[in-house]
């Protein structure tokens, strides 16, 4: 990774001395822009990764209420345990349920409870997608506005030779 550390201290009208290095203002544009882009990098890798736990836990989340509504019982059937599985899960993840040996209406509000939670972790994840796709297109700035310094550095420089030819 580029990493600028220390002061930069100008020297004469196009040139800076970092760290004991002497360098043109290109070149320090170029690397601070690197330097830009290699954060925002990790930035986007980091909610990436964000991104990619919560959709586990809604998979998780899906599949838990999938559970919950095959032990519903029927109307007039009676009452179903709560299993094991649905209690962690609803524990972990900060759901209300009643557990136990529950009837219908009991059933039908810990599905309703799961479903908020699903509801919610979807929300966040929208969030967390609009926040993936500002990193990407900052990450994208990043490296555009390298490209242009280079080509305007370049340009310069061509113009330069030119007019001493």
Partial sequence: MTEISGNITPIGASTANMDGQVLDIETLMVMLQMERAENINGQLMDQANEMKKKNALLKDAQAILGKARELRPAKDSG??????????????????IKTGNINQSEWDQNIENLKGFIDSTNSSSQMDMIRLQSLN?????AFDMMTNFIKKFSA?????IRNMG
Avoid: L, R
Avoid at 79 to 96: L, M, N, P, Y
Avoid at 156 to 160: A, L, R, T, V, W
């Fill in 137 to 141: 297109n900052k990450y994208s700035q």
């Fill in 79 to 96: 009452k179903a345990q709560v299993s094991d599985e649905i209690k962690a899960f609803a524990e972990t993840h900060g759901i209300d």
């Fill in 156 to 160: 310069s420089k061509d113009g330069i």
